[in-house]
């Protein structure tokens, strides 16, 4: 008698769990689709100074990249304005219904939704400071190092055993996909060019997103006097 009440609570309960992963799945498939169109915008932002077309390219992009999306909506979309006292922001929020039955509710679809707000890459036009012939022959070269963004406390040389066997982070253009093949694991394949993908230039034979698990920490370059401004200490194996 037991079994027959609680067994079937039981399946439902795991099935629901089940749908809820799906859910989130798709809800994170959205969200790329967003920020890889925001990164578009955003690049070409310094030249285009309207965008009439956006919406319409998002919410056709969402429904073709994602099939459980059944209805997508660009609820809002403000194109470089001023808040707060910063300059050339972007925002939007999207949102939709994904065609995901919930068992323990009985649901035919789920309601979904997503913001985003970032800056756009306008640039700015600065003057060089002049400097005289004496200060010129003063101005030492400056000092490249290698820090770990996301881990570390620590800037390195470049031939830092530890910088050697890091994923770097690069875009992808023509020269590096013929040097790399996208990753299989994470689905680089479907990235465009110009986006930021991952890869290790001493082993590695593929590029990554970095989403994908065998990028767990990447470097980056950076000029000496700036690691230490942002707190880096030197590396005691290399420096």
């Given at each position: 008698?037991?079994?027959?009440?609680?067994?079937?609570?039981?399946?439902?309960?795991?099935?629901?769990?089940?749908?809820?992963i799906?859910?989130?799945?798709?809800?994170?498939?959205?969200m790329?689709?967003?920020?890889d169109?925001?990164?578009?915008l955003?690049?070409?932002?310094?030249?285009?100074?309207?965008?009439?077309?956006?919406?319409?390219?998002?919410?056709?992009?969402?429904?073709?990249?994602?099939?459980?999306?059944?209805?997508?909506?660009?609820?809002?979309?403000?194109?470089?304005?001023?808040?707060?006292?910063?300059?050339?922001?972007?925002?939007?929020?999207?949102?939709?219904?994904?065609?995901?039955?919930?068992?323990?509710?009985?649901?035919?679809?789920?309601?979904?939704?997503?913001?985003?707000?970032?800056?756009?890459?306008?640039?700015?036009?600065?003057?060089?400071?002049?400097?005289?012939?004496?200060?010129?022959e003063?101005?030492?070269?400056?000092?490249?190092?290698?820090?770990?963004?996301?881990?570390?406390?620590?800037?390195?040389?470049?031939?830092?055993?530890?910088i050697?066997?890091?994923?770097?982070?690069?875009?992808?253009?023509?020269?590096?996909?013929?040097?790399?093949?996208?990753c299989?694991?994470?689905?680089?394949?479907?990235?465009?060019?110009?986006?930021?993908?991952?890869?290790?230039?001493?082993?590695?034979?593929?590029?990554?997103k970095?989403?994908?698990?065998?990028?767990?920490?990447?470097?980056?370059?950076?000029?000496?006097?700036?690691?230490?401004?942002?707190?880096?200490?030197?590396?005691?194996?290399?420096?």
């Amino acid at each position: 008698m037991e079994a027959s009440i609680f067994l079937p609570l039981f399946v439902i309960a795991v099935l629901t769990f089940g749908y809820l992963i799906k859910v989130a799945v798709a809800q994170e498939s959205v969200m790329h689709t967003m920020t890889d169109e925001a990164r578009r915008l955003g690049m070409h932002s310094y030249s285009v100074k309207a965008a009439p077309l956006f919406e319409a390219g998002l919410r056709s992009r969402i429904l073709d990249e994602n099939k459980d999306v059944d209805e997508a909506r660009v609820d809002s979309f403000v194109y470089l304005f001023s808040h707060s006292g910063k300059d050339d922001l972007i925002g939007m929020r999207v949102s939709g219904n994904l065609r995901i039955r919930l068992p323990i509710v009985f649901r035919e679809s789920v309601d979904i939704s997503d913001t985003l707000l970032f800056r756009a890459f306008t640039g700015r036009e600065l003057a060089p400071e002049e400097l005289s012939f004496d200060d010129m022959e003063e101005d030492e070269e400056s000092r490249m190092v290698w820090v770990f963004p996301t881990a570390g406390e620590r800037y390195h040389e470049e031939s830092c055993g530890y910088i050697k066997v890091a994923a770097r982070q690069a875009v992808l253009n023509r020269s590096l996909a013929k040097s790399y093949k996208p990753c299989a694991l994470c689905g680089a394949g479907e990235l465009s060019a110009g986006a930021v993908v991952y890869c290790f230039p001493g082993s590695g034979e593929a590029y990554h997103k970095g989403s994908c698990f065998i990028v767990d920490r990447y470097v980056m370059s950076m000029e000496e006097e700036d690691a230490v401004k942002k707190g880096y200490t030197p590396c005691s194996k290399c420096i």
